[in-house]
């Protein structure tokens, strides 16, 4: 099992920056590859970011290409999102997910998943 639990939602501002955190406990961290989603209300969850196990690769949506940095600290068992220039549109919950495949990690399967942490941005 591994627990995960989001932290730094909030409100903010269009054209403002948000850090997003991730912080993990259970079976080891650093064997996972890390993704954060996000659902806004009436739409189904997407994908917004991933990175593979050893850091080495991220991978984006385009709606967030050029906005949006996530990385990982191994030792620390964290992953964050760092989201700068944000638009309405990126209004959601923001989940953290542990998992793994083949591909593409927007199509991996991500076995844990944190509660979320919203995200509002006011225009």
């Known amino acids: 099992q591994v627990q995960l639990v989001e932290s730094g939602g909030g409100l903010v501002q269009a054209g403002g920056s948000l850090r997003l955190s991730c912080a993990a406990s259970?079976?080891?961290?650093?064997?996972?590859?890390m993704g954060w989603f996000r659902q806004a209300p009436g739409k189904e969850r997407e994908f917004v970011a991933a990175i593979t196990w050893s850091g080495d690769s991220t991978y984006y949506a385009d709606s967030v290409e050029g906005r949006c940095t996530i990385a990982r600290a191994n030792a620390r068992n964290t992953v964050n999102l760092e989201m700068n220039n944000l638009e309405p549109e990126d209004t959601a919950v923001y989940y953290c997910a542990a998992g793994g495949g083949l591909g593409h990690p927007r199509g991996f399967t991500y076995d844990y998943w944190g509660q979320g942490t919203q995200v509002t941005v006011s225009s």
């Open positions: 259970g079976r080891p961290f650093s064997t996972y590859a």
